[in-house]
């Protein structure tokens, strides 16, 4: 069975389920591939499949990833690898209820979804539609390629629900749109619509919604004409960029090592799921208020020993 692009006039085999042990499990993705009939190399998709919570991800997200990104770099006839969202949004980043103690776990004893955009031999498109927010923004900026509809949103929320994160693919947005803008992005959370994304370099190309997928193919035509061995040494040759920025979670680690124990940590997720406004600094001001007390009682405590010693000169009398 074969399906044919319209517009350019590509004809594409079907999508096919990838079928083999370790891939036919998957409960958060969907995993196909299918060839070009004219070049003769093929694409693998990853669609992320939980339209139902906007493609929140988890580490079983990530696990699941990882399998179809491995096998996808490991078949020679696959030249592009395409991540995508079903559903009306690419993603709205981690799945709060998963991150109270799942983020534990990816900040402390995993990788982030980005190192497989880093290691992929394979370029990678990434192609969005709706929301494309936090995990999910900054894994479509590792892409390779960033391909939007007219709808798309793009941002970042982590200050907004104490979120931390940290790693390449944080000062990685620097070289993407410039160290301002990256600032401004992570650091103030707004949102950009695609026309601004497009303006900031944060995409590729933008286009109607109901061709998203036709410039996709159109993209994936365009590379699948090219030398495959050349861009996977190009590819790599840009990525080793990202190698020359600090491991992951190391800032967070030294500067909060029990960031997800204290009120803080805990706060930004559970006012979200509660629908309320987070109270960060109602916080600080007890936190604050507590180390004037500590304080004042260790000075008070340190007075008192020191009065106590033997050798302690009599306060002088008025």
């Known amino acids: 069975m074969t399906t044919t692009n319209e517009t350019d006039g590509a004809t594409w085999s079907a999508w096919e389920t990838v079928a083999g042990e370790g891939l036919e499990d ?3 993705i969907v995993y196909e591939k299918r060839r070009h009939l004219g070049h003769g190399g093929g694409v693998a998709r990853i669609t992320l ?5 906007m493609n929140t991800l988890t580490m079983v997200t990530v696990d699941e990833m990882f399998r179809a990104f491995y096998d ?3 078949d020679p ?10 559903g009306k949004h690419f993603g709205a980043g981690g799945d709060v209820d998963w991150e109270r ?3 534990r776990e990816a900040v402390y004893n995993r990788y982030p979804h980005n190192r497989l955009i880093r290691l992929s031999r394979k370029p990678v498109i990434a192609q969005v539609q709706g929301y494309c927010i936090a995990g999910h923004n900054h894994m479509a900026y590792c892409c390779d390629f960033t391909i939007a509809a007219d ?8 200050a907004r629900v104490s979120s931390p994160a940290d790693g390449f ?10 160290a301002k803008k990256a600032r401004e992005m992570w650091m103030l959370c707004r949102k950009y619509s695609a026309q601004q994304a497009l303006e900031m370099g944060l995409v590729n190309t933008v286009v109607p919604l109901e061709q998203l997928e036709s410039e996709v193919d159109r993209w994936c035509d365009e590379l699948l004409a090219l030398s495959p061995g050349c861009l996977e040494i190009l590819k790599a040759s840009f990525d080793q960029e990202m190698d020359g920025y600090r491991d992951p979670c190391v800032t967070s680690a030294a500067m909060y090592p029990d960031w997800f124990d204290n009120p803080e940590g805990n706060e930004g997720g559970a006012a979200f799921l509660a629908k309320r406004k987070p109270e960060f600094w109602a916080i600080r001001r007890r936190e604050a208020a507590n180390r004037d007390a500590l304080r004042a009682e260790h000075e008070a405590g340190q007075k008192a020993a020191a009065d106590a010693r033997p050798d302690a000169k009599p306060h002088a009398k008025g």
Request: aromatic letters at 12%; proline letters at 5%; hydrophobic letters at 50%.
């Open 26 to 28: 998957f409960g958060e």
């Open 72 to 74: 996808a770099n490991h």
């Open 169 to 178: 693919f944080v000062p990685y947005l620097t070289k993407v749109v410039g």
């Open 151 to 158: 709808n798309a949103v793009f941002g970042q929320a982590g």
């Open 49 to 53: 499949n939980k339209p139902q919570k």
């Open 101 to 103: 103690w799942g983020l």
């Open 77 to 86: 006839m696959v030249g592009v690898i395409v991540v995508a969202g079903r």
